[in-house]
């Protein structure tokens, strides 16, 4: 009887000991499976311009949406190239601020400045046409570029096309990677 029960109570024993085992591997798989879920997914934010409440853009972690990409090259560049003389300055150290290539973008914007401190020129750019290129990470604006030299002389006005490129830092930032002046093209 004795001999019995010893071997009633193993295996019970052991019953409960295979199924912590397997309990115990089922949530090691689960958790393993959801760390790397967690890893290789990226979360949907959902950002609300303060300027246009009904105007929402949806980030999905796979790409940039091309409605992002036209707000930030429309107020980019468009805060940029509207400069006066007591205004330039403030306005290159602001682009640089978003910049990953600040030395390179440095020089010229440095050259800008002179010149427009130099001749006192008002500049204002109005972006008109956007066009995406993903796989050169470039945003074309085309739009209409003016010069004031004065009061009493009317503005230069030209149609000038910008290739602003872009890069995505580690951390979710989109920042300027190149900006040149291109050969005007229809958009």
Not at 26 to 45: G, H, I, Q
Not at 97 to 103: D, G, K, L, P, T
Not at 167 to 184: D, I, M, T, Y
Request: net charge positive; hydrophobic share 45%.
């Amino acid at each position: 009887m004795r001999s019995q029960d010893l071997l009633s109570r193993s295996r019970k024993l052991i019953e409960q000991r295979n199924f912590a085992f397997v309990v115990t591997v089922l949530m090691l798989l689960s958790n393993v499976l959801l760390s790397w879920k967690v890893l290789v997914e990226r979360d949907r934010v959902i950002l609300v311009p303060q300027n246009n409440l009904q105007k929402q853009i949806v980030f999905d972690g796979k790409q940039i949406c091309k409605t992002y990409l036209v707000d930030w090259s429309f107020s980019v560049l468009s805060d940029l190239f509207t400069v006066s003389r007591h205004t330039v300055d403030r306005k290159n150290k602001l682009f640089l601020e978003i910049s990953s290539n600040a030395e390179i973008l440095k020089d010229v914007l440095k050259k800008n400045a002179l010149r427009i401190k130099q001749d006192g020129v008002s500049t204002v750019f109005y972006p008109k046409k956007f066009a995406i290129d993903r796989s050169a990470k470039k945003v074309l604006v085309q739009g209409t570029f003016m010069a004031f030299f004065g009061r009493d002389k009317s503005p230069v006005v030209q149609t000038k096309t910008y290739a602003l490129g872009w890069r995505e830092s580690g951390k979710g930032c989109v920042l300027v990677e190149s900006l040149e002046e291109v050969a005007n093209e229809d958009l």
